[in-house]
């Protein structure tokens, strides 16, 4: 069962008209107005979408809206002060990836979520890959042996209409540490069950984002019980496939085109019975995320990924910008 919930989306991004299409396909949802900090794309973006209001300043949205829940995804460094606007109003909040820019903030996040009795959600989308779950069961039965090494291959080339504030505002979260580690480091807490304790990365510089941002980077990430991870980022990746691969003494699980948005992927095992091919349903990555927020807030389960979830990703793409920085093994504060 999930809740029926009206909804406000705080900013006029792409990845919100990509959402919204999603959250409409779970029963209930209601998408009604949005927050954008420019009158006219809050007008052309309300009538795209089919919302029937749009506003430009946060308090009056939050007020006349009468939200049950609001969807946060302005540039990154907005999202603490707005969820926090968003769950004084009373709302249930999905915020999206980075949850914040600093472990102070992404604290009070999960604090006034937690006194205010609302769920606090981070679309962290991957967790809703059928292959990734299908990766993690098979990691959590034991099949696999001691898993020891993941190597996640996630390098895309970023689509000329997203090449803005990622590429040229360190003020705003840009570089594809914050946009695509703080992914992977979600995903392999969801698939190996747990916590990344230290973080080597090297982060590059090709030309496509500017001054000191980085539009490559690679990470070595060591895990409770051992398990490294490796992972690569990057912006620049052109005509590339992404990839995971899942190492254990007994087996291995090998999936292409898990990393995207698309929702399909390619997935192998490989055992002392040789190699098959599992079979991957396709999934709508979004509303996967939307009906568990939904059936979260109506008190049943939990969501994909909570504000919490969010903090831990987020800590270790932090240690990991560190690392590139210090040029030096980081440990990942809990
Ligand atoms: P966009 O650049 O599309 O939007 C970010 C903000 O910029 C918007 O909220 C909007 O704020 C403003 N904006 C949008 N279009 C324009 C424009 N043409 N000119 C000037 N300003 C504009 O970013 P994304 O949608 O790619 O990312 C938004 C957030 O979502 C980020 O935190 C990102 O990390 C996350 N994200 C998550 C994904 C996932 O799968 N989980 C995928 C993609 C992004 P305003 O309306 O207030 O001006």
């Known amino acids: 069962m999930v809740k029926p919930m009206r909804w406000g989306f705080v900013g006029a991004s792409n990845i919100a008209e990509r959402v919204i299409p999603s959250l409409r396909k779970v029963a209930g949802q209601e998408p009604v107005a949005v927050c954008s900090r420019n009158a006219e794309r809050a007008r052309q973006f309300a009538t795209a979408m089919g919302l029937q209001a749009s506003y430009t300043e946060l308090g009056s949205f939050l007020r006349e809206g009468r939200f049950d829940a609001v969807y946060v995804s302005s540039t990154n460094e907005l999202h603490c002060e707005q969820t926090l606007a968003a769950l004084a109003?009373?709302?249930?909040?999905?915020?999206?990836?980075?949850?914040?820019?600093?472990?102070?903030?992404?604290?009070?996040?999960?604090?006034?979520?937690?006194?205010?009795?609302?769920?606090?959600?981070?679309?962290?989308?991957?967790?809703?890959?059928?292959?990734?779950?299908?990766?993690?069961?098979?990691?959590?039965?034991?099949a696999l042996g001691h898993v020891h090494g993941v190597q996640v291959s996630h390098a895309v080339f970023l689509p000329p209409h997203l090449q803005g504030w990622r590429l040229d505002a360190p003020g705003a979260g840009g570089g594809v540490v914050l946009d695509i580690l703080v992914h992977n480091a979600d995903l392999l807490r969801f698939l190996l069950g747990r916590e990344p304790r230290r973080i080597h990365t090297v982060a590059q510089r090709n030309g496509l984002a500017q001054g000191a941002l980085e539009d490559g980077a690679m990470s070595v990430i060591e895990f409770d019980g051992g398990t490294l991870a490796q992972t690569h980022e990057s912006f620049v990746a052109q005509h590339a496939l992404t990839r995971l691969h899942v190492l254990g003494t007994q087996g291995s699980l090998y999936a292409v085109g898990s990393l995207t948005q698309a929702g399909t992927a390619q997935l192998w095992q490989r055992d002392a019975q040789g190699e098959r091919e599992l079979?991957?349903?396709?999934?709508?990555?979004?509303?996967?995320?939307?009906?568990?927020?939904?059936?979260?807030?109506?008190?049943?389960?939990?969501?994909?990924?909570?504000?919490?979830?969010?903090?831990?990703?987020?800590?270790?793409?932090?240690?990991g910008l560190t690392s590139a920085a210090s040029g030096r093994m980081e440990t990942i504060p809990d």
């Open 279 to 319: 079979s991957v349903p396709p999934v709508d990555l979004y509303e996967t995320g939307f009906r568990a927020f939904a059936e979260a807030c109506a008190g049943q389960g939990a969501p994909l990924a909570s504000g919490v979830d969010g903090a831990r990703a987020m800590a270790v793409a932090l240690a």
């Open 89 to 142: 109003a009373g709302c249930h909040v999905m915020c999206e990836k980075p949850l914040a820019m600093n472990r102070a903030d992404a604290a009070r996040m999960n604090d006034a979520a937690r006194h205010a009795g609302r769920v606090l959600a981070t679309n962290h989308h991957l967790r809703a890959q059928a292959a990734h779950r299908m990766v993690r069961d098979i990691v959590a039965s034991g």
